[in-house]
């Protein structure tokens, strides 16, 4: 469970930190050629033999390491996408950024009758962890930020309930 965990976290992580810096970050020392720029820490050949073999045609790598498992984040076609690798260079999961018109016709035809009243976010985290697929974004409300976590036949389940700070008087 622990490492479901670490997975999921490690991928949340690379995610949000992909917001603030990314490949051609100038703190962030480059490790191979110039044709297929990695950046990062610096990885075993058979993680990185792996990633290339998964996705043959990845391009700007950047790779992370946290609790003994390895986050790539990389682009294919100009998408961005997110692995995480064990030691070995075993494939654990796999997500990427999709726009909520992208998902399965079920997953948007459950939110336009489970949601309706909320304002859905339009990027939406595809994720792909032990041989099942998981949509996740956030529905906002009047009074509460709900995340959701949608599966490919249309469940839906409250994953987070955020309530919104209440703002008290007028500011001027």
């Known amino acids: ?83 995480a690798y064990s030691p070995e260079g075993e494939l654990l999961g796999l997500s990427r950024r999709l726009d909520i018109s992208q998902l399965p016709l079920k997953v948007m035809q459950a939110l336009s009758e489970k949601m309706a009243g909320y304002n859905l976010e339009n990027s939406v985290t595809e994720l792909i962890f032990e041989g099942q697929t998981n949509y996740y974004l956030n529905a906002e409300g009047k009074t509460k930020i709900l995340q959701l976590k949608c599966s490919p036949s249309g469940d839906i389940a409250v994953e987070n309930r955020i309530k919104k700070k209440q703002l008290v008087g007028s500011v001027y």
Do not use: C, H, Q
Not at 38 to 63: H, P
């Open 1 to 83: 469970m622990k490492k479901i965990s670490s997975i999921i976290a490690g991928l949340a992580i690379v995610f949000s930190a992909s917001a603030f810096t990314g490949p051609g970050d100038k703190a962030v020392e480059e490790l191979t050629s110039p044709s297929r720029p990695t950046v990062g820490i610096v990885v075993s050949n058979s993680i990185n033999a792996s990633l290339l073999k998964d996705f043959s045609t990845a391009d700007a790598i950047t790779w992370k390491e946290k609790e003994g498992l390895y986050f790539a984040y990389f682009k294919v076609n100009n998408n961005d996408f997110f692995a």
